[in-house]
């Protein structure tokens, strides 16, 4: 049956092709999806992200990760991408990244994961845990920028410098920005490191720690430190 699809389909781009149409690599920036054309509900929207394929991720994925967490949440965290056990699961951070993502909400914060909302710039695995290229990132960003809208959370916390990036489109190195409270329009951001480099580089934690201190302090005062 999909052969048979895929058939009809090279079918009529033959057609096409005699009649003249030439195929054009198209930018991201001349299709990026405008995040007011997406649904305006949660459950809509990662209805449709399930069936995106609109990047070259979706080729290699096994499932989008759309994300999770409280759908009304004062705090949403951003990370960069579904790594292998993401993949196989369709829930962010749920490998060892994910586990001290874990522990840092549960014992700084003292909040548990179901309180908070977790995503991710890209919603499919970059194969070999890559970093997203540009394209990738810029195409998946209105899902992204739907679900803030959507959830509306006070704060905003970005992990790493890819989500930093795509998320401020700014290029500043992370350990310049990182626990910084930046005034975004409708929320406050604080980066910090990617719980993958604090496994990599225990001795950036205590850094990550005072970040967390920040949010904290910020949740339950909305006053910076
Ligand atoms: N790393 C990320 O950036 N996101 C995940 O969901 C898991 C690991």
Redesign the pocket.
């Given at each position: 049956m999909r052969n048979l699809h895929n058939a009809l389909q090279l079918k009529q781009l033959m057609l096409l092709k005699q009649m003249g149409y030439h195929y054009t690599d198209i930018k991201p920036s001349e299709w990026e999806v405008e995040p007011e054309a997406l649904p305006d509900s949660l459950e809509e929207l990662r209805k449709l992200v399930l069936s995106c394929h609109l990047c070259e991720l979706s080729k290699s994925r096994h499932k989008v990760?759309f994300g999770e967490g409280k759908e009304d949440a004062e705090l949403m965290f951003v990370?960069?991408?579904?790594?292998a056990?993401?993949d196989s699961t369709g829930?962010?951070?749920?490998?060892r990244?994910?586990e001290l993502l874990t522990r840092m909400i549960e014992n700084v914060l003292h909040l548990s994961r179901s309180e908070v909302y977790?995503a991710?710039?890209v919603k499919c695995r970059p194969p070999g845990n890559r970093t997203p290229t540009p394209t990738e990132a810029l195409t998946c960003r209105p899902y992204l920028q739907k679900q803030i809208e959507l959830i509306r959370p006070r704060i905003i916390v970005t992990?790493?410098a890819?989500?930093y990036r795509y998320l401020a489109n700014d290029e500043s190195p992370i350990s310049r920005v990182r626990g910084h409270v930046i005034h975004q329009e409708g929320y406050l951001m604080v980066p910090t490191f990617?719980?993958?480099y604090l496994l990599r580089n225990p001795s950036a934690k205590k850094d990550a720690f005072h970040d967390l201190i920040q949010v904290k302090e910020l949740l339950e005062t909305g006053k910076e430190s």
């Open positions: 990760v990370g960069e991408g579904p790594g056990t993401e829930r962010p951070f749920v490998g990244a994910g977790i991710n710039i992990l790493g890819t989500a990617h719980p993958s």
